[in-house]
């Protein structure tokens, strides 16, 4: 995600029915992936949302005025273009919560082949790559810009995100 346009989202509610209105309200405000969620203490959850700035923040202040209508909003904030070090950290939390998250089987499904998958990712139609962006719960690019991404740019950031994978198991 180095160099890309992104923004990184956040809303914090006391309850998991606010935070369940506010995922909702942000995914259909804008185009935006709701990426995971962070339970931590006495209630408090957190959802994390990428996409580009002007859709996070959209999707962030709608998300938040739900959380407020349906439960307790705690916090909510928008990083606009944040450093590669934060991309990883969400990663990694996203790789712990995967297997817990009934929302996300059928990413947890596509894990038996995706080493199968990456090693051929050069060999692959722009169909087959787009599938498997669509699929890959952190992916640097968001909907449209994938659907209108060449081949190359497609196989660098699958690329990336493979390189990535291979690191945070050593």
């Known amino acids: 995600m180095n160099g ?16 369940v209105a ?11 992936k709701v990426v995971t969620y962070q339970k931590a203490e006495s209630g408090i959850v957190t959802v994390y949302i990428i996409g580009d700035v002007a859709s996070v923040q959209a999707a962030v202040s709608i998300g938040a005025s739900e959380a407020e209508r ?7 904030h928008v ?29 947890s499904e596509r894990t038996d082949n995706t080493e199968e998958e990456f090693s051929n990712i050069s060999k692959m139609t722009v169909p087959e790559l787009r599938k498997i962006a669509h699929s890959h719960p952190v992916f640097p ?4 810009e994938i659907n209108t991404a060449k081949k190359e740019e497609l196989v660098k950031h699958l690329s990336v995100l493979e ?4 690191g945070d198991k050593t």
């Open 4 to 19: 890309q346009n992104y923004s990184l989202g956040m809303i914090e509610t006391l309850g998991f029915p606010g935070l």
């Open 22 to 32: 506010a995922s909702d309200a942000a995914a259909k405000a804008a185009d935006v």
């Open 70 to 76: 349906v439960g307790q909003l705690r916090y909510s």
């Open 79 to 107: 990083i606009a273009r944040p450093d590669q070090g934060v991309y990883k950290l969400i990663r990694q939390l996203t790789d712990r919560t995967t297997e817990s998250v009934d929302l996300k089987t059928k990413h």
């Open 141 to 144: 690019l968001n909907t449209q």
């Open 163 to 166: 390189q990535e994978k291979g």
